[in-house]
């Protein structure tokens, strides 16, 4: 028994003055490059093509014949959400490093003044409101917390992370958990394993299973992408097969659907596992073909932009930029500023490679040069999945729930400021949208007009948004509705405004010469409809101006 003793000792000690040497997978720099520009290529091709579809079809494949026709144009979608948003995340973390804090992260994108919706709006309200991450995610805040928003922004977790999927796995736990809790989370963290895969390997199966090792075995989401590979095998040639069992077995049954079962606010549609289940549709059935993969993608319906989007990024990650067929790439413009930021797809691509070289250092790896080339030296990771949590059976809210007088400081934005309901019943109903807290939102007294209100933007890239809702009991009228108002602005300053209906667009400006006494008056002419609602939107044309805006009323002539 003692000659076992020493012997095991005696292995030990020379284990630790000789321990394993590290496993390697090796990248070359050149491929990594035409790997990762790929991703970003197939991602804006996959939402480009399929947004004229987006959530047009619920609960029912897009005919053949109604697909739109691929346009050069498509390909630049540097105004989309679901790629101006990724933007806010590099941002954060280029200015303030990788290991940026979740609450910092939260500020960055409570001051951002694009369009949201559902996990993403209410998750930066919470945030503006002064709910701070994670606590902006959890479900007793945020009713859309297993809705799809983080998993249509999180490609950027893998594109820059090769390799190395628990770079995915913790840059979801902080810039996903700002939006999204339990399956809402799972389904980015999914994506960007997927995508961290793709750079090593051409098989489609391997790729989804180490997503799928990227989240808890136990959610419901990875319950759903395990079925949809189940049934792939069961029906490899026919796709069509395979969605009805997705929306039978997890759309329309609501024993799959237990978040949404209690919250009767809360749309399946948007839900991320059966969306997620798209992304991985195009993926198998695509068969390794980027114009199959988004087409199948896309024609499962719902949200048909940003699920072709996220399975021909992955796909574009496999692939590489240079197997890209040419005509998802011919009319890229790749000077063109994505929205709310500063990268035009260059600056993206430099980004980009600058994070994957720090995560690399970071997580144990080197870069070498071997004869004259840069190779990416990345170590084998064994994913580490978050925590499992439910939405409809969430676990306690997070400590230091708010945050602090000095962090709100630093957000620049209110929180949605709906106006009085003494002064609305007389008209319209209103609320402001990003306005800067350089104003208090409120009436008063201004240039001798009573019942003004004041916004201002945050900076002259950040819109003001006035939403208008107007219930029209007079439609029997033979007359026509008008939206009559003034629109003012101080001495020096100007500022811009436009007015979106399903009448289409027109703008006003505000300025020396379009005003007088510093007002200008507002005729619009409305549609003589039951539910009147506008969206306008008030930018400043130099230097943030404070914009002011008589009450609204609604006249009929």
Known sequence: ???????????????????????????????????????????????GWGLPTEFDYIDTIIPENEVPEWKNTMINQQGNDDLYVEMTFLQSMEKYGTDVSIRQAGIDFANTGYTLWAANFTGRENLRFGIAPPASSHP???KNADDIDYQIEADYSGIIAPGMPNVAIQLGEKFGRLMNYGDGLYGGQFVGGMYSAAYFTHSIDSIIAAGLACIPDESLYAQIIGDVVKWHQQEPENWQQTWVKIMDE??????????????????????????????????????????????????CGLDSDCNPSNAAGILGAMMGYENIPDKFKAGLDENRKFSYSEYDFKKLLKVSETFTREFLVQQGGKIEKVKGKEI?????????????HVSYNPGPIPKDTFYTVSEMEEIEAWSIHHFDTALANEGPTYEIRHCSKAVTP??????????????APMSSERSVRVIINYKNDSIHLNKTPYLVFRAGHAPGEEWEFKIKSNEGQVSYPINENTTANGWREINYKLKNEENIHLDIT?????QPATQYWEKFKIVFR
């Open 1 to 47: 028994m003692k000659n076992q003793y020493l012997i095991c000792f005696c292995f030990l000690f020379l284990l630790s003055c000789n321990p394993p040497e590290k496993t390697y997978r090796e990248l070359p720099v050149e491929i990594y490059r035409d790997k990762m520009k790929g991703a970003w290529v197939g991602q804006m091709a996959g939402v």
């Open 140 to 142: 007793h805040y945020n």
């Open 250 to 299: 997890y759309y329309r049954n609501t024993t799959y659907q237990p978040f949404a079962s209690e919250n009767e606010e809360v749309w399946v549609g948007i839900d991320s596992k059966v969306n997620g289940a798209y992304i991985v549709m195009g993926l198998l059935y695509g068969e390794g073909d980027l114009e199959k993969t988004i087409r199948i993608s896309m024609r």
């Open 376 to 388: 990416f030296y990345i170590p084998n990771q064994k994913p580490v999945p978050s925590d499992f």
């Open 442 to 455: 409120g009436y008063r007294t201004w240039n001798g007009v009573e019942n003004v209100f004041l916004t």
């Open 538 to 542: 008030a930018e400043s044309l130099q």
